[in-house]
């Protein structure tokens, strides 16, 4: 008997064991998967709180798409109608700058009349004064047609000035007088690049030893508000005379910007749209009762 109990004790033992480790193992699975199910429902439940809050915020965004499409729209057009806007200016500019070349017979002005007493070039505008009275200076300046016959509309183009220097501290400003007329009107350039450059007959009856005459030819290259420093060359004294018309040629080549121009520029003989004929006196020198006869202005 003693012995059968104790055969049987061990195996009991072992039983209890593996009674109480598969009881714990089922715990542990229990307690594993309970806790696997509970973090599932709670991420469940932050997904489709976070996928609510998305829908919430993208559909408003989502509503504003059309709005946003419709502004790029309305600002492509107002672009593409700005930069039309620029084309037709650019290409009103390329008009203004060059229209074709200048008529190959070259001639300028030959100082013909006109109804009026107007004094007319051959491209049939008229001439204009500049001084510098605009600066508050006092030199003067006005013109008259001489014919060489009466009733004859040929002759050559009288130019009367007083150049008088105003004093106004240290004198160091040059009194100045001239004409200009541009090539046509509206005005645009021309291109002249078929010439070699300008030729012009005048005669200065009465003139001081200090005066100077120039001739500018105004082209497009000079820019900005109030900048006059077209191109000019300057006709020397020793050549003139005062009893006949002398003919002088210059170049293009010869044309530089004014000492006070601030440039230099340089001449573009392909939008040349003015041609300016300038007497300059000298710094605090009267010249009075100025005259100076001019025939013909031509390219050659």
Not at 39 to 55: D, E, P, Q, R, S
Not at 117 to 139: C, F, H, I, M, P
Request: charged share 25%; glycine share 8%; with cysteine.
């Amino acid at each position: 008997m003693s012995d059968a109990n104790s055969d049987s004790r061990p195996v009991s033992i072992l039983a209890r064991l593996w009674k109480e480790l598969r009881d714990g193992y089922l715990r542990l699975i229990f307690f594993l998967a309970g806790s696997i199910l509970c973090a599932l429902f709670f991420i469940g439940t932050f997904m489709w709180n976070h996928h609510v809050f998305v829908i919430h915020k993208v559909e408003p965004a989502l509503d504003r798409i059309p709005r946003i499409e419709t502004a790029v729209s309305d600002t492509q057009r107002e672009t593409k109608s700005i930069g039309q806007r620029i084309s037709e200016i650019s290409t009103d500019l390329d008009k203004r700058i060059l229209s074709g070349k200048f008529p190959s017979h070259g001639i300028i002005a030959e100082f013909a009349s006109a109804p009026g007493d107007k004094v007319l070039t051959n491209q049939g505008e008229e001439l204009s004064l500049l001084s510098d009275s605009v600066r508050g200076y006092a030199s003067t300046i006005h013109f008259e047609l001489i014919p060489y016959e009466i009733g004859n509309s040929d002759g050559f183009l009288k130019i009367h000035y007083d150049l008088l220097p105003k004093n106004r501290g240290p004198q160091s400003f040059v009194p100045y007088v001239g004409v200009y007329a541009n090539f046509s009107n509206p005005v645009i350039s021309f291109d002249v690049t078929q010439f070699k450059g300008v030729e012009i007959k005048l005669r200065p009856t009465k003139a001081q030893p200090g005066d100077r005459f120039y001739l500018a030819l105004c082209d497009a290259s000079v820019t900005g508000n109030g900048n006059y420093a077209w191109a000019e060359c300057e006709i020397p004294r020793g050549v003139l005379s005062d009893t006949a018309f002398v003919l002088v040629k210059k170049r293009f080549d010869d044309f530089k910007t004014p000492r006070w121009g601030g440039g230099p520029f340089e001449f573009d003989a392909k939008r040349v749209f003015r041609f300016i004929i300038k007497i300059e006196g000298q710094v605090g020198v009267a010249s009075d009762g100025g005259e100076l006869d001019i025939e013909d202005l031509r390219f050659f």
